[in-house]
Nanobody
Framework: QVQLVESGGGSVQAGGSLRLSCEIA??????????IGWFRQVPGQEREGVAL???????WYSDSVKGRFTISQDNAKNTLILQMNSLKPEDTAMYYCVADSSFTVSTLHVGWNSEYFGYWGRGTQVAVSS
């Protein structure tokens, strides 16, 4: 059974940094292609894509985090990382790790959304105070 476990959330002041990690277990792709990444959600709002990375290290970032967040993967450790710098109060949300082997960053359809991703972690809370 695929397991995604997030860690690294917490409380920080605006301008600060946090590093989220996601340990990914038993996630395989018969084609060796996959897309993994991060979504976030504020209560009462829809889940929002934050950053994605695929098997070729192609990346995608939401406009709201470009230049501040960096996604990376450590294949040897089966770990996904989200380095978040220059945090803003509007970054406050529950952050979820996601994975799917049906597509890559390059092959995502226009208009994709959270429903595309079949595997989700339970989330880690990030709170940024002003």
């Amino acid at each position: 059974q695929v397991q995604l476990v997030e860690s690294g959330g917490g409380s920080v002041q605006a301008g600060g940094s946090l590093r989220l990690s996601c340990e990914i277990a038993r996630f395989t792709s018969t084609s060796n292609r996959y897309c993994i990444g991060w979504f976030r959600q504020v209560p009462g709002q829809e889940r929002e894509g934050v950053a994605l990375i695929d098997n070729d290290d192609n990346t995608w970032y939401s406009d709201s985090v470009k230049g501040r967040f960096t996604i990376s993967q450590d294949n040897a450790k089966n770990t996904l990382i989200l380095q978040m710098n220059s945090l803003k109060p509007e970054d406050t949300a529950m952050y979820y790790c996601v994975a799917d082997s049906s597509f890559t960053v390059s092959t995502l359809h226009v208009g994709w959304n959270s429903e595309y991703f079949g595997y989700w972690g339970r989330g880690t809370q990030v709170a940024v105070s002003s």
